[in-house]
């Protein structure tokens, strides 16, 4: 019950942060949840969570055996998963990080993560790439204001800067953060996330 009362307050606190907030605001409560929950973030680990928030899954798929293959794999890893089920990513919470400790608990199966997955990151249309420049422009200009003394702050914003002047926008975790967490999650589209996949989460809990 303790659990399910735990997702019930941050699928609310997820709610809330996509209310009329100010985005000055929407992006101090990103930081705060980003900054307790992995203290060893960098710059580019701020970035990736919003870029994933706005722009959804970093690539159409259309090897579906390939990607069943990968998540495969990455299922065998002997990597300490997270604690967490689930996290909305960035300051909007448009899409949703699912970890794969969810399949490897039996909260849900790999089928139905692998579909989902397939189906978020096909669904519709990607946000122009120059849509989400303006967007991070936005971003970094509060982050940049709120002295947040990230390491490697200025480099990574000179990497971020010349990557989106590129006409690309997907980085990885840094090394800092893939060391500390373990990364393993797919994104799934916030709708698709709440009716299909949630539920599946406290009924296990309950039973």
């Known amino acids: ?123 519709c249309a990607r946000p122009d790439i120059e849509k989400w420049r303006e967007r991070w422009g936005e971003i970094v200009g509060i982050l940049d204001k709120m002295d947040l003394s990230l390491p490697h702050y200025a480099d990574d914003r000179q990497f971020i800067d010349g990557l989106l002047s590129s006409g690309r926008y997907a980085v990885s975790h840094s090394p800092e953060y893939r060391e500390a967490y373990h990364p393993h999650y797919r994104i799934i589209e916030r709708y698709i996330f709440e009716t299909e996949i949630i539920p599946l989460f406290n009924m296990i809990i309950i039973h």
């Open 1 to 123: 019950m303790k659990r399910l009362l735990a997702f019930g307050i941050i699928a609310l606190l997820a709610t809330f942060s996509t209310m009329a907030l100010s985005i000055e605001k929407k992006v101090e409560l990103f930081v705060y949840k980003q900054l307790s929950g992995y203290p060893e973030s960098r710059l580019i680990d701020l970035y990736k969570s919003c870029f994933q928030d706005f722009m959804g899954p970093e690539h159409l798929i259309s090897d579906t055996q390939s990607a069943k293959a990968y998540l495969d794999e990455e299922l065998t890893t002997d990597d300490e998963m997270s604690p967490w089920l689930f996290e909305y990513c960035g300051i909007d919470g448009r899409y949703v990080r699912v970890s794969l400790r969810a399949v490897k608990d039996g909260c849900i199966s790999a089928e139905l993560l692998l579909d989902a997955f397939i189906r978020s990151a096909n669904a």
